[in-house]
Nanobody, 126 residues
Framework: QVQLVESGGGLVQAGGSLTLSCAAS????????MGWFRQAPGKEREFVAV????????DYADSVKGRFTISRDNAKDTVYLQLNSLKPEDTAVYYC???????????????????WGQGTQVTVSS
C-alpha cells in the first residue's frame, strides 16, 4: 500500500504560479512511477503529468506542456508539480497518483495508477 498526501493548492491570479507537493508513505518510494491528474467541476478526471521511478522520463498532457513541470525527490519521498503561467481553465482539484502502469516511447505514452491522494484545490482567477 502507498499513502499519498497532497499540499500546495490555493487561489492564484491568471499568469501566476503554484507548487504542488505530494508526500508518499508506505511502500519504498523510488520503486514506482508518480503522477498528477486533475478534475474540474462537471468534467472527468484527466491526466496532467507523470514521472518515472528514476526521474529520467516524464510525460505531460498537451494542455500543460511548457507550463507545468513534474519532479521528484526520492530522498524526501515527495513528488512535485510546478504550475506556471496559470490559466482559469487550470482550475481543478489536483490529485497525486502512484504506482500502476506507466509506458512511454517515441510514439505513445500512458499511465494507469493504482493509488490516489485526496486531492488539493487549485483555483485560478481571471
Amino acid at each position: 500500500q502507498v499513502q499519498l498526501v497532497e499540499s500546495g493548492g490555493g487561489l492564484v491570479q491568471a499568469g501566476g504560479s503554484l507548487t504542488l507537493s505530494c508526500a508518499a508513505s508506505g511502500r519504498t518510494f523510488p520503486n514506482y512511477a508518480m503522477g498528477w491528474f486533475r478534475q474540474a467541476p462537471g468534467k472527468e478526471r484527466e491526466f496532467v503529468a507523470v514521472i518515472s521511478w528514476s526521474g529520467d522520463k516524464t510525460d505531460y498532457a498537451d494542455s500543460v506542456k511548457g507550463r507545468f513541470t513534474i519532479s521528484r525527490d526520492n530522498a524526501k519521498d515527495t513528488v512535485y508539480l510546478q504550475l506556471n503561467s496559470l490559466k482559469p481553465e487550470d482550475t481543478a482539484v489536483y490529485y497525486c497518483a502512484a504506482d500502476g502502469e506507466y509506458y512511454s516511447d517515441s510514439s505513445e505514452s500512458y499511465y494507469y495508477p493504482t493509488f490516489w491522494g485526496q486531492g488539493t484545490q487549485v483555483t485560478v482567477s481571471s
